[in-house]
């Protein structure tokens, strides 16, 4: 960012800090999307990542066009080679509190003691799986121990898949995973016990539904084999669907004022997120969210479509912004701008400050 861009910030840095236009929280599809974005429109923005993604765990992304089966580490070593391009900067760093300043716009601490400046936020922090507790899953977690058809189901088509039901959206989970499977079993494990319109459903479907509580998970050369139950039974399963609790990363936000707010379906609370408009602005003016920050259920390509329209909306605020500095400055003929421009006149021929 040029010096002329920050003459009429009010913003005063500190020993050593560095002032942006926007500082982007969070470095997955979201937030490195909005970066790029932002850099495109020629704004200075610094990406803090904390390099923990969501979608570490498994082997590839999907549903991503032209983009579909890359691994989730090659697709964001590739975005952010795309934003470093443009002149954005990436910092590796784990950001632990944000203040509103006085004189506008906002600190950023980070972790070892760094603080940076900006005048916008983007947080696309992301958001946190909380398993149920069943010895093994979380070892297979983004493996065999999945969550979202759309994203494995092709994966483990025609295998035996298992659901483990904690909810009340067991069943419904079930009837949906057998899009890609005939072989369909749903453990009741600690759920309620379904309806009887949900076992005619089950039954008509050809899914079996299997009583007690399950144990652990048999697991033979680093492949999940079966789904162990208290009574000792293994039932042979590729892979089992969970569902876990969506928390999101929101201890920065806290910061801020903005604390998480518990998401409901059906009645049933999900997750916590941060309530956000559609293009991801916040209660606090000048912070942004997008991602699964703030929608529980987005998949990456939708993250990044996300972290796109709020970076629109992001750079649209700080042009309306940059506007009104630029006319109040006009207005005074004895602004330190009018005051450059009187000069840069007077170097040129001209005298005082008829402009």
Do not use: K
Request: glycine share 12%.
């Amino acid at each position: 960012m040029s010096d002329q861009t920050w003459h009429n910030e009010t913003i005063i840095p500190g020993a050593g800090e560095r002032r942006h236009d926007v500082v982007v929280v969070g470095g997955g599809a979201a937030g490195l999307s909005g970066a790029l974005s932002l850099a495109r429109a020629r704004r200075s923005v610094l990406v803090i990542d904390g390099a923990r993604p969501r979608n570490a765990p498994a082997s590839h992304v999907h549903n991503f066009l032209t983009r579909d089966g890359t691994p989730p580490a090659e697709l964001l070593a590739a975005g952010r080679e795309e934003v470093t391009g443009y002149g954005g900067e990436i910092m590796a760093g784990d950001a632990v509190a944000a203040e509103r300043l006085e004189t506008g716009g906002f600190r950023v601490a980070l972790a070892d003691g760094t603080t940076v400046l900006a005048r916008r936020l983007l947080v696309t922090t992301g958001l946190v799986d909380e398993l149920p507790p069943v010895p093994g899953v979380a070892e297979r977690w983004g493996r065999e121990v999945l969550h979202c058809p759309y994203c494995h189901g092709w994966e483990v088509r025609d295998q035996p898949i298992g659901v483990l039901a904690t909810g009340p959206f067991a069943a419904h989970q079930a009837l949906m995973w057998r899009q890609w499977s005939s072989e369909v079993t749903l453990f009741l494990h600690t759920a309620p016990e379904p309806a009887e319109e949900e076992y005619e459903q089950l039954a008509a479907r050809d899914i079996a539904v299997v009583d007690g509580t399950v144990t652990g998970l048999e697991v033979t050369g680093d492949r999940l084999t079966g789904v162990t139950l208290a009574d000792g039974r293994t039932i042979p399963t590729r892979a089992l669907v969970v569902t876990p609790r969506f928390t999101a990363r929101a201890d920065l936000l806290t910061s801020l004022g903005l604390a998480p707010v518990e998401l409901e379906r059906g009645g049933e609370v999900i997750g916590t997120h941060i309530a956000s408009d559609p293009v991801g602005a916040t209660a606090v003016s000048g912070v942004w969210v997008a991602g699964n920050v703030t929608d529980l259920m987005e998949q990456v390509v939708g993250a990044a479509a996300a972290g796109v329209r709020a970076a629109a909306a992001i750079n649209a605020d700080l042009t309306a912004e940059d506007t009104r500095r630029a006319v109040a400055a006009r207005r005074d003929p004895f602004s330190p701008r009018r005051e450059r421009e009187a000069a840069e006149h007077r170097a040129r021929g001209g005298s005082g400050h008829g402009l």
